[in-house]
DNA sequence: TATTATTGTAATTTATATTTTTACAAATAT
DNA sequence: ATATTTGTAAAAATATAAATTACAATAATA
């Protein structure tokens, strides 16, 4: 399929909300213009963000949208389990032969040890907050504008 | 797209391997009855897995697959590096707005957390072997056969 | 209050990743 | 020699995500 980056594209409306905030006027178009998916996208995934607590938005003229909480307070797993629900991270084969040894029991027990390794990968998401992302893009920022190259 | 299970199908395809080895021709048509999938996509994935070191396998009439080392020394990392190579766990769009202070600096900014997660993943495959996996589902097969449900 | 800008959401279309199917030359056992 | 099977490529089918189109509902403002 497709490749999909709504959790990439979610972090990145959440940082450019909170950086632009006050600054320029906050419309899905706008925020589609640096994202560069459609507004209709982005509309989506402000939308699931907003069910998820994350984020405070408001319809019509003037659109004011702004964080749920400060941005310390929002893990990349927040935003990760917002967008992506119980999505697994590692695909398993439901459809094999149940007849047999292998294929009779391989599901449960690649959801074990799958599960492991996604509770890993989970936890080192909890233990980054949306500011500590935004403070990285800022830095990279600034360097970029020093002529810094790395 | 389509879901890939190409790493759940690996690892099926080497354990049943292992499991059947000796006791019935070991065909791509007969593991692809197992895995259900097509005996190309079988064919494919051993040879990709023979690439990688992992499997021995023989052309024409009456093959005969085996593991290319003891099922301990093969861990789920190295199927899964042979088979998903260089493909990330988590997706970064590389398509935003160079411009824009987020667009042009997101990248490079999820690369490094999301390589952190990642890696906390991979180490945990690294740590199951295909003989951990081969030995669970003969456990939960032999529970099945005593009528315990889990 | 009428107008304008924008959201929120659904339906359709398009794009693209993956698997399946088809095909066949090459390898090997009998 | 013949039959079986691999290894691999090309084309078709399938599945999922994003883009597009459409429009009613909402809210600012002239």
Chains 1, 2 share one sequence.
Do not use: W
């Amino acid at each position: 399929m497709k490749v999909s980056t709504r959790f990439s594209d979610a972090i990145h409306i959440l940082a450019f909300i909170n950086i632009y905030h006050g600054k320029i006027p906050l419309t899905s178009d706008n925020i589609a213009g640096s994202v560069e998916l459609s507004s209709v996208m982005v509309r989506k995934l402000m939308s699931t963000l907003k069910k998820a607590g994350l984020l405070e938005t408001k319809s019509g003229a003037s659109p004011d949208p702004r964080l749920a909480k400060p941005a310390e307070d929002i893990s990349l797993l927040d935003i990760y389990l917002a967008v992506e629900k119980d999505k697994p991270l590692f695909e398993i084969d439901y459809d094999t032969n149940p007849q047999c040894i292998v294929g009779g029991n391989i599901q449960k027990t690649l959801e074990y040890y799958y599960q492991e390794a996604e509770n890993a990968a989970l936890a080192k998401l909890n233990h980054v907050s949306l500011a500590d992302v935004i403070e990285t893009i800022l830095v990279k920022q600034k360097q970029k504008e020093a002529g810094i190259q790395k």
